[in-house]
């Protein structure tokens, strides 16, 4: 067990996980199920000889580790390989839990570790990897619906998925919630923007068409809010919101105010989570401070900034 900080995460994780299986236990010193879940992995790693690296990151000490891997309740474990998070789990699982989960990962008893980081690289390891995530979020639902925190990760990993229908039905109970938390507001436009491209005419056309039609008419709101839609789906989610602002510019209550709605929703799910007050370490947008497959550990993010600039924009459209 090697705990880990932003100076050796590079050569710990990174670099070990192209030659071994690595797990990455997110812990905290206050937190009750990490000091439970923390002797069982290292009894398992013990037992398993070689066929995984365990190391420890506390969440508080390293928030900006903890936060380019959007951690949200701990304790959290993430196994890496070949510089890439495969799968993972959440909680104080029991030590027959802990080996049934790495089972499905590493190479067999007696076989070399290098083996499951050669096949990481085949899609269906990471296709299997995310379902088997799927399930187990599923399974902690059911046992907690009102886990906040596991449903948005649960519908996060849906819509990522592409299982949409699943993903409505999972959002639901949180959509009734009054008041409706913004994450979650952000993740139904999210998903209605993917399934505006499924299933509208609109969602086929290339933006070169959109930006026809707008140029034709400024104040067409309704090509406007089409084109933001696909520009979601597509990723490219800053380009997105400036369409909708440039409709909430002409016009802020139109449509029941849906394109500020929509704006201030995706604005929430581009939010990197803010540093606890103790923290000296800044924190990083989730998935984009850490260049997991790369040659740099850690580099400043600039999500936070465009979050910022882009909250500017709006309030000055609406004042």
């Excluded at 519908?155 to 959509?175: C, D, N």
Aim: aromatic fraction near 6%.
């Amino acid at each position: 067990m090697i705990d880990v900080t932003l100076a050796n995460f590079e050569s710990e994780v990174i670099e070990a996980s192209h030659t071994v299986p690595v797990l990455v236990d997110f812990w905290a010193p206050w937190c009750g199920p990490c000091r439970t879940l923390g002797p069982v992995l290292e009894k398992v790693e013990a037992a398993y000889a070689g066929r995984f690296k365990l190391v420890k990151i506390d969440s508080d000490a390293q928030q900006q580790l903890a936060a380019a891997f959007g951690i949200r309740s701990i304790p959290t474990c993430v196994l890496m390989v070949a510089g890439q998070p495969v799968d993972g789990f959440m909680g104080a699982l029991p030590e027959g839990q802990v080996k049934a989960f790495l089972d499905q990962h590493l190479a067999p008893q007696g076989a070399t570790p290098e083996a499951v980081v050669e096949e990481a690289v085949a899609p269906d390891l990471a296709e299997a990897a995310a379902d088997g995530l799927l399930d187990r979020l599923a399974s902690q639902l059911a046992q907690d619906p009102a886990n906040n925190d596991v449903r948005f990760d649960y519908v996060k990993r849906l819509i990522s998925a592409g299982h949409f229908e699943e993903a409505e039905v999972a959002l639901a109970p949180a959509m009734a919630q009054i008041p409706l938390p913004l994450r979650f507001e952000g993740l139904a436009h999210w998903l209605n923007a993917l399934l505006f491209t499924a299933n509208d005419p609109r969602g086929q056309w290339s933006l070169a068409q959109f930006d026809a039609a707008i140029q034709q008419n400024k104040r067409d709101f309704g090509t406007r809010l089409a084109k933001s839609r696909v520009l979601i789906a597509l990723g490219e989610w800053p380009a997105a919101l400036e369409e909708l602002l440039e409709i909430i510019m002409r016009d802020k209550h139109w449509a029941d105010e849906a394109p500020r709605k929509t704006y201030i929703g995706l604005l929430e799910l581009m939010t990197p989570p803010a540093p606890k007050p103790a923290a000296t370490a800044g924190a990083a947008a989730p998935g984009g401070g850490i260049q997991l497959a790369g040659n740099t550990a850690v580099q400043e993010d600039p999500q936070r900034e465009l979050v910022s600039r882009l909250r500017r924009k709006l309030s000055m459209a609406l004042n």
